[in-house]
């Protein structure tokens, strides 16, 4: 694997019984690129996402993640350990913030990496600390989500995905839970993302408005396969596919 490609999907394939949902998916994400996902719901870019932190099992073709190789199919004893290695490289924020109600904001974040043995307790709790700095919520430590708005949640389960310190974070449609007031607040730190700390990113989202000024490239999903890629500027101002001019109108 080239040192700046942090993944790579190669003739992805995913089935759900006689249902095809992704159809031969071949991408490349280099670091520090910013690379966004668009298309219709049911196109399989959510599915993509999931299958590159192996969430669904690919039926079919490769992922490779920071030179991490696995092959879909059946999901052997040898194959749970190498998923499991797999995942300490890649963040995963979703549309439902799935934080654990009964522990703080503080604890949500350094779970994982006192589970994971990624420092002594006052490195993890300073890295914590550091990170709800970083989204902005430095003063809801103490909190418990129940207590936060929604945009504020979403804000606590980025700090908690980056608390493992990934090669690549992956974003599954992070604003579509919240109200509109509220998704500039998660949008602005994903930005931030991007231009302080050239964190890779795949982030499936219909915000073309994030697309234009953050991404580095666009893929639009069409019946579980990329129809169309290329930089923003192009893409939206002259798609190439009466597909993604239609979905664009749509969205724009």
């Known amino acids: 694997m080239s040192d700046d490609v942090v993944v790579r999907i190669e003739g992805l394939h995913k089935s ?5 949902v992704v159809r031969g998916v071949d991408m490349e994400v280099r670091r520090g690129e910013v690379v966004v996902i668009f298309g219709r719901s049911g196109s399989g870019k959510s599915t993509v996402l999931r299958c590159v932190n192996f969430i669904e099992d690919p039926t079919a073709g490769s992922i490779e993640v920071s030179g991490m190789r696995l092959e879909g199919g059946y999901r052997t004893r040898r194959k749970r350990e190498q998923v499991r290695q797999l995942r300490l490289h890649v963040g995963m924020v979703f549309q439902q913030f799935n934080l654990f109600p009964n522990m703080t904001v503080l604890d949500n974040v350094t779970c994982a990496p006192r589970c994971a043995g990624k420092g002594s307790n006052d490195e993890i709790k300073k890295r914590g600390l550091e990170l709800l700095e970083r989204v902005g919520l430095a003063d809801k430590s103490a909190e418990h989500p129940i207590r936060l708005s929604g945009g504020q949640q979403q804000r606590v389960a ?13 974003f599954d449609e992070p604003t579509s839970a919240l109200d509109p ?5 998660v949008l602005s730190v994903m930005k931030t993302l991007s231009t302080d700390l050239h964190m890779t990113m795949m982030v499936v989202t219909h915000e073309m408005g994030f697309a234009r000024e953050v991404a580095d490239r666009m893929a639009f999903f069409h019946h579980g396969k990329i129809l169309e890629e290329g930089v923003p500027s192009e893409l939206i101002a002259a798609p190439q596919h009466r597909e993604t001019s239609a979905f664009l109108d749509a969205v724009l």
């Open 16 to 20: 759900f019984g006689h249902l095809e």
């Open 181 to 185: 007031e509220l998704t500039g607040e």
């Open 158 to 170: 980025i700090a908690r995905a980056l608390a493992m310190e990934p090669d690549v974070m992956l």
